[in-house]
């Protein structure tokens, strides 16, 4: 089963968010966004999160454990907890619909913030202003929520997607088989 640890970080100028997928084999992937758009920390969870399951998809990942340090949106997902506020609903309901349609099975469990501390550091990374040197991180930068994206959109075939830095891991990934 694969691994994904998320993490989202926001401060008053800059907001990110870290993912690290790790294979089987223990292959790690690492993964940084970087928001363009004012988040609270939920917010920035659920984007790592969001990302985080469709990074796997793109691998041909069917069966994933998340772990995440964010205990409203792990207990939200894990419908313990009900999302009151309009915007989480929304990223609640994407959440639960790219689990549904690209993931076999899947598990969420909440992690102490002190065993998540890679992702958290790649997550202040990319909080880091636009510009600052940091070499070896692939990093996105998201200019709008993912809410406010068409699902269509985001669930986009290989074939419609424009080309990725993900595309050599899917190209080894696929030919290791």
């Known amino acids: 089963m694969w691994m994904l640890h998320v993490d989202g970080s926001s401060k008053n100028k800059f907001s990110g968010a870290g993912m690290i997928l790790t294979d089987p084999e223990g292959h790690i992937y690492v993964y940084a966004l970087k928001f363009k758009f004012k988040t609270s920390n939920n917010t920035a969870e659920y984007e790592a999160l969001i990302t985080g399951i469709l990074l796997a998809k793109e691998l041909g990942v069917k069966n994933l454990k998340i772990f995440s340090d964010s205990q409203l949106v792990v207990n939200q997902v894990n419908d ?98």
Not at 112 to 119: D, G, R
Not at 139 to 155: C, Y
Request: glycine fraction near 2%; include cysteine.
């Open 80 to 177: 313990d907890f009900q999302a009151k506020e309009p915007h989480l609903s929304h990223y609640h309901s994407l959440t639960t619909a790219l689990v549904k349609q690209c993931l076999t099975s899947h598990m969420i469990a909440l992690i102490p913030l002190s065993q998540n501390t890679k992702v958290d550091a790649i997550a202040r990374l990319a909080t880091s202003p636009l510009g600052t040197d940091i070499r070896g991180l692939k990093l996105e930068v998201l200019d709008k929520p993912s809410i406010d994206r068409p699902f269509s959109k985001i669930l986009t075939t290989e074939s419609q997607r424009p080309p990725s830095w993900i595309d050599p891991f899917i190209d080894y990934l696929s030919k290791k088989h």
